[in-house]
């Protein structure tokens, strides 16, 4: 079942928001042969103000995204559907989040660990944000959520991103939640993607959720994202590493986040996508 939720916590318009029926019209739901469950119309925001008691972009609208999303994430899982979540970008997760029931684990593929807060962030776009959110690290009230962790940090499994040495990327490595179990990007080719994919799809058995932050490929391969990061894995990396985690019986549902539009002017990129998440998911 695939639902769009095209938050982009710019509030700016930038084409995250438009990434959803970008893929869409590259073929996606056909490809997947997918049911469709149309679009999270609230999850849109339009208000590129900072506010000043969370230092968050859009706090209103961030509230009313995140519930919305919960809501319809929620109706999903209970009627038995897996829910592809077309992002919009990361801050959607923590909506996604509150609609997951007890003892979830997180596989949450990322470039960045996104742990900064309203204060740390040099944006103040929440989707600097989401995984602190969800642990329970804050900020809370911004995202529509009520404090705490809506995942236990024990059972994050926080992959491929790489540590940058810029001041801002320094503070949000001391914030990540010690419990939160990391795999690096260098640690990824160590061990060989394949192997780590197969080898975290076999650890548990309870509920999961897979999110996909497409900053997370080497730019070389996906250069139409807004924080491109060096030294990510490439295409058949990312293939190898996802595949099991996407078919992996306990899984709740997928989020896709990321994809900028404006970065993509001949849809290049987006059929890219289109191509890899269908290998990923149908073979
Ligand atoms: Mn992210």
Redesign the pocket.
């Known amino acids: 079942m695939i639902v769009d939720a095209p938050l982009d916590s710019s509030g700016a318009g930038r084409g995250e928001e438009r990434a959803p029926a970008a893929l869409r019209r590259a073929g996606l739901r056909e490809a997947l042969s997918a049911d469709d469950d149309g679009r999270i119309d609230e999850a849109l925001l339009r208000d590129p103000t900072r506010d000043p008691a969370s230092g968050v972009i859009g706090a209103a609208g961030l509230v009313r995204a995140g519930g919305a999303i919960a809501a319809r994430i929620g109706a999903l899982i209970a009627d038995g559907h897996r829910p592809l979540v077309l992002g919009g ?2 801050a959607i997760l923590p909506g996604i989040c509150r609609a997951l029931p007890p003892a979830t684990d997180l596989w949450f593929v ?1 470039a ?1 660990p ?1 742990f900064l807060d309203g204060t740390t962030s040099p944006t103040g776009e929440a ?1 600097d944000m ?1 995984l602190s959110v969800v642990t329970g690290h804050g900020p809370a009230a911004a995202v529509g959520t009520g404090g705490g962790a809506l995942i236990e940090p024990n059972r994050v499994h926080l992959i491929g991103h790489r540590p940058s040495t810029d001041e801002s990327s320094r503070v949000e490595a001391a914030r990540i939640d010690p419990a939160i179990h990391q795999i690096t990007a260098a640690e990824l080719r160590r061990r060989g993607a394949a192997t780590v994919g197969a080898s975290l799809a076999a650890d548990g058995d309870g509920p999961t959720w897979l999110h996909l ?1 497409l ?1 997370v490929v080497d730019p070389r391969d996906l250069p139409a994202v807004t924080y491109p990061e060096p030294d990510g894995p490439r295409w058949a990396d990312l293939i190898a590493l996802v595949t099991p985690l996407a078919r992996a019986d306990r899984l709740l549902g997928m989020s896709v ?2 994809l900028n539009t404006d970065e993509d002017p001949d849809g290049r990129h987006t059929r890219r996508v289109v191509e890899v998440l269908t290998e990923v998911l149908v073979g």
Do not use: M, P, Q, V
């Open positions: 970008d990361c990322d960045h996104d989707a989401d932050d900053d986040t990321d």
